[in-house]
């Protein structure tokens, strides 16, 4: 409201500013572990204005509506794609990229098959000198059949690969 002192009453007017944007974006889970043959959705949330055009793709290749075992939905600014059964196919690299007049954003997200990074349970000085027991953890939804382990000896620059295959023996697996 204003006031400048002429007049019988103050003047009033309202105003309404609307800001324009680019696309900002966010998804909602960006590595995802899964199992082979479960329902799998990855979101992105876009905040943008005006409001922005959402596209999907895998490993650089565009998906749409007509893309096998893939539903796509909008509710509100979440985007969601959702895969009906995860396969060996559909593990890779999904982006979500929201455009406007004013820009473009993209966002990714990796759906694996893979465990979680190992967790090194043993210390990492061993009390024996030509010896050293390494113990460690790993999670996945899937069956984990074996490791890769990198080891060097002090003062070398060389790392040595080795593939330990897992075994399960009752409920223990070693």
Partial sequence: MADNGFGPSPVQKEVR??????PEIEVEEAYIVTDMGEEQE???VVDSSPAAEVTWMKD????????????????????????????????????????????EATATADISGDAHPAVIL??????????????????????IESFEVALRKEGDNDWKLYEVTVKVEGNETN
Avoid: M
């Fill in 42 to 44: 990855i979101a992105c």
């Fill in 60 to 103: 650089g290749a565009g998906l749409d509506e007509s893309s096998p075992d893939t539903v796509l939905s909008q509710d509100q600014n979440r985007h969601s794609l959702l895969i009906v059964s995860v396969s060996k196919e559909s593990v890779g690299q999904y982006s979500c990229t929201a455009s406007n007049s004013l820009g």
């Fill in 17 to 22: 500013l609307q800001v324009h944007y680019a």
């Fill in 122 to 143: 043993s210390n990492n000085v061993s009390d024996q000198q030509h010896e050293f027991n390494l113990e460690w953890s790993a999670e996945s939804e899937s069956v």
